[in-house]
């Protein structure tokens, strides 16, 4: 019987609070480690820290009044920026909308694909990091961003 009460308590518990109790009970424990081609360590996070940082993230997605967004694009590398993001999103009650993204000049090739994303996704933000912008801009004919 306990063991049904356990399973029970545990479906109701959200992600977000498991990961809230962590980061007071077990603060610097590991919550992520980044393997960079799958073996070797490119980095980690603490459940502190990605508590801290995803709050910061759904701080400035809610932005203190009632125009929030609902829908958030992920436009990320794979890797722990993309961990934080996605669990901002949790935190700010937005929902998360993942895009593979492997390199700048992939993502110019399938722009028309990432307005369909766009579009059917109906997000009305993208979350994304200085130097992708940067990548993107880089490597993209100016009229592309026109069109969007």
């Known amino acids: 019987m306990n063991n049904f009460l ?3 308590s545990i479906r109701q518990t959200l992600i977000t609070d498991l990961f809230q109790e962590y980061a007071k009970s077990a603060p610097d ?3 992520f480690t980044w393997l960079e ?4 360590e490119a980095g980690h996070l603490s459940f502190k820290m990605l508590d801290m940082e995803a709050k910061s ?4 997605l809610k932005n203190g009044d009632s125009t929030a967004p609902k829908r958030a694009l992920l436009l990320y590398p794979q890797g722990l920026d993309f961990i934080i993001a996605f669990m901002g999103c949790l935190y700010a009650g937005v929902v998360a909308v993942p895009i593979n993204f492997l390199d700048p000049k992939r993502f110019v090739r399938n722009f028309e ?3 369909v994303i766009v579009k059917d996704s109906q997000a009305d ?3 994304t990091t200085s130097q992708v912008i940067k990548n993107i ?3 993209s004919e100016p009229e592309i961003w026109g069109s969007y």
Do not use: P, S
Not at 37 to 40: L, V
């Open 137 to 139: 801009v880089r490597d």
């Open 29 to 31: 424990r590991r919550a």
């Open 57 to 60: 993230i759904a701080n400035q």
């Open 125 to 127: 933000t993208v979350l």
């Open 6 to 8: 356990y399973k029970k």
């Open 37 to 40: 081609d799958g073996e070797k």
């Open 113 to 115: 694909r990432f307005q």
